[in-house]
């Protein structure tokens, strides 16, 4: 019964590979987020989408790209894979319309060799 | 960019030890404040949403306070235990963006 599910756990690629991580959520949340987690634990807010709409799409390199094919499922997709892209990345969701708090995934570390 | 800021960085304290940590955040179009608490190896989970000045929120040992004018909150935490021990996460949501912000977290170790 896991509210916020990520696939993969961890995900070890070479530099210049394309790779996806999945979320899904299944609280009935209207929204989704794509967090980074940097080497200092700090979450910076990636992605942002609202009942399937992008929102918020802070300044990360146009290499990620987030796709939203329904409410339920927000997956990053990343192309030409850097070694700086390792990192955790946490999927999130929550109500805005109720003002929850975020449910998060249990995050993909990723690493790139 | 919106500014918020955790403070402190880290804490050590003893066992039954009582203690605070503050969220300051920016005192205009605000719309809700979030505490979260994220262990080692897992994932944030929430502990308190605050959205009314003067909210004051308890959860056993673990209690918050907001202050929207000023642009602060504060977190406490009495008779420290053992399993206290996490990192402490405050989130700010502006009224424009309503996307939570996190601060940098305080780090939380009780010692036995």
Known sequence: DTAVSQTPKYLVTQMG???SIKCEQNLGHDTMYWYKQDSKKFL???????NKELI?????????SPKSPDKAHLNLHINSLELGDSAVYFCASSHLTYN?????GQGTRLTVV | ILNVEQSPQSLHVQEGDSTNFTCSFPSSNFYALHWYRWETAKSPEALFVMTLNGDEKKKGRISATLNTKE???????KGSQPEDSATYLCAFLSGG??????GRGTSLIVHP
């Open chain 1, 17 to 19: 590979n394309d790779k």
């Open chain 2, 71 to 77: 642009g602060y909150s504060y977190l406490y935490i």
């Open chain 1, 56 to 64: 918020i799409n802070e300044t990360v390199p146009n290499r990620f």
């Open chain 1, 100 to 104: 929850t708090e975020a449910f998060f």
């Open chain 2, 97 to 102: 963006s309503y996307i939570p912000t996190f």
């Open chain 1, 44 to 50: 910076k807010i990636m992605f942002s989408y609202n």
